[in-house]
């Protein structure tokens, strides 16, 4: 069968690697692609961006399967159009996408079904956001309502910061426009973890958990990225952890997709906050998340394609998902400069690698991988305890390079 997989991160490189490695696939398209995915076994980049583009090359190719990766895609409703034309493709509808496109929207839906998550407010006038401010408990979480790359939350200690924060967001409009609306929540202490899951709106089947690294800084300093890193499994999520989150936000958020009758066949994940006083949801994406799943895949023994085909074909419930023992750590080797203004065009050596290294930010050109974004890569390894994948990953990173690049040293380590 024939694949194609929209997208240009390193999750969809590592999509695209895992599904390569299943006898169902011959062919996989990989939209646009990055130098990552030009080198990788069955793949061949395609330039297409819009959904036009992405639907009439679907239809002259045959395509038996598309597999969206990013949330903005999502979000325009590229699955719904996809569906019209009687086509294949794995991914929420426009409207059930909102859970991850509007911070407002999944707020509601979790409050009106019962998912344990934060008290907050909502706000799209910037004087009554102001004027909250005043009088809030302080730490406060800022959220822009929109998407915002994974880059629109900021913790506020003070009132000074959450107007600045406030301004930005609102009246400088530096999300151009997902900042318009915000949602003022309430401060949670403790460990973050991520669950990614497979829909088909019947069932819900989670993943293996992750614990994701925001921060550009060693120990949590500095602003949030995209993701610095990620290890599998989160050693926080225990019997215990993972009980509750199915019992108050699972089962709800299965029934609430039920009951507003959306069209959700794909991944959910489920962003974690595990607390002294129990486990909370702080937010849903609508896709897999990056850097997790290079982290996740890696640790996956079941066929992701099989997998995904049976979510498609509405048979998840006959689905049993294998897990390999032991654990993973990603590590994401970024450009100088990032998460503000980062150099491009370095030329990048990944030739002496021994563990798998999964290309974001990086194109194909002049037969030499070159430096394109802010985060390039990413080398993933394994071991049968998560200190053996620390110290394999680490030990990996010595044998690749770029001009210019930079990590963090304590990816898994933090917290333990």
């Known amino acids: 069968m024939k694949v194609l997989v929209i997208g240009n991160g390193g999750r969809e490189h590592a999509i695209a690697w895992k599904m390569g490695l299943s006898p169902l696939v011959s062919k996989i398209y990989c939209a646009p692609g990055n130098g990552g995915t030009h080198l990788e076994n069955k793949c061949v980049n395609v330039n297409l961006e819009t959904i036009d583009e992405l639907l009439n090359f679907a239809k002259e190719e045959n395509i038996d399967l598309t597999v969206v990766g990013p949330e903005a895609k ?195 994940f489920f962003g974690l906050m595990i607390t002294k006083k129990g486990t909370y949801l702080l937010e849903y994406n609508v896709r897999m998340g990056d850097p997790e799943t290079q982290a996740v895949l890696l640790l996956l023994e079941s066929d992701l394609t099989e997998i995904i085909l049976n979510a498609v074909n509405g048979k998840l419930k006959e689905t049993e998902i294998k897990w390999k023992k032991g654990s993973s750590c990603c590590v994401v080797l970024a450009s100088k400069g990032y998460p503000s203004n980062y150099e491009t065009g370095k030329i990048i050596n990944i030739k002496g690698a021994e563990n798998k290294v999964f290309i974001a930010g990086a194109k194909y050109e002049e037969d030499s991988l070159k430096t394109s974004g802010g985060r390039v890569m990413s080398i993933v390894s394994t071991g049968n305890t998560l200190d053996e994948a620390i110290k394999n990953t680490y030990a990996d990173i010595k044998n690749v390079n770029f001009d210019g690049m930079y990590c963090r040293k304590d990816i898994g380590t933090l917290y333990r």
């Open 74 to 268: 999502l979000v325009e409703g590229i699955v719904d159009v996809f569906k019209e034309n009687g086509l294949k493709i794995f991914g929420p509808s426009k409207y059930a996408a909102e859970l991850e496109g509007s911070k407002a929207f999944s707020k509601a839906f979790m409050k009106k079904y019962g998912v344990k998550t934060a008290a907050y407010e909502v706000f799209d006038k910037v004087e009554e956001a102001l004027d909250y401010s005043k009088k809030c408990d302080y730490p406060v979480v800022v959220k822009a309502d929109g998407l915002a790359a994974g880059k629109g939350v900021v913790i506020c200690n003070t009132q000074k910061e959450a107007e600045d924060t406030l301004k930005e967001f609102m009246i400088n409009d530096v999300f151009k426009g997902s900042g318009k609306k915000v949602v003022m929540e309430e401060f949670l202490d403790g460990v973050e973890a991520s669950i990614l899951s497979v829909t088909d709106g019947n069932v819900i089947i989670p993943f293996i958990s992750a614990k994701d690294h925001k921060q550009i800084f060693d120990e949590d300093k500095g602003p949030n990225t995209g993701g610095m890193g990620a290890i599998v499994p989160n050693p926080y999520c225990t019997e215990s952890v993972l009980e509750e989150f199915n019992e108050t936000m699972l089962k709800p958020t299965l029934y609430g997709i039920k009951e507003e009758n959306m069209d959700y066949c794909g991944v959910i």
